[in-house]
């Protein structure tokens, strides 16, 4: 992936506007997160920017881990500052009960939503930062 994307700027060099090639880029970046996404949860199905990572795809505990620190290597995006047990449960909490729930619609987080659209703020940024809340 990450060849993909060093290559973007000689892609557009000469070819588009800075402004097309900043939404060339970001289509890229998009695709790949959400073919990321899906890798994880399994399953080739319509994401969002909207879909929140554990409240809409039950992605948490290792595979929650296993997505930021992909995120993290191949898009060189640091997450010094995040908290992972604000967002995610761990493994332990995510057993077959909780995942009944979710299936049945029964489930019902207190952790606040992380988005896919967040993550592609933070992927641009390159580093972590708090989603505003809902007021």
């Known amino acids: 992936m990450r060849d993909a994307?060093?290559?973007?700027?000689?892609?557009?060099?000469?070819?588009?506007?800075?402004?097309?090639?900043?939404v060339l880029n970001s289509?890229?970046?998009e695709t790949k997160l959400n073919e990321l996404i899906q890798h994880i949860a399994g399953g080739r199905r319509a994401l969002a920017p909207s879909t929140a990572i554990?409240?809409?795809?039950?992605?948490?505990?290792?595979?929650?881990?296993?997505?930021?620190?992909t995120i993290a290597r191949d898009f060189e995006?640091?997450?010094?500052?995040?908290?992972?047990?604000?967002?995610?449960?761990?493994?332990?909490?995510?057993?077959?009960?909780?995942?009944?729930?979710?299936?049945?619609g029964l489930f019902a987080s207190t952790r606040p939503r992380l988005t896919i659209e967040h993550l592609l703020q933070v992927i641009y940024r390159k580093s972590w930062f708090e989603p505003e809340r809902p007021g």
């Not at 700027?9 to 900043?22: A, F, K, T």
């Open 5 to 22: 994307l060093t290559r973007i700027p000689h892609m557009c060099h000469g070819l588009h506007s800075r402004e097309q090639c900043q």
């Open 27 to 29: 289509g890229i970046v």
């Open 54 to 69: 554990y409240h809409d795809l039950f992605i948490g505990g290792d595979d929650a881990f296993e997505l930021l620190e």
């Open 77 to 104: 995006v640091s997450f010094e500052e995040f908290c992972f047990t604000t967002y995610f449960p761990n493994e332990t909490e995510m057993g077959p009960i909780s995942y009944w729930m979710h299936k049945l």
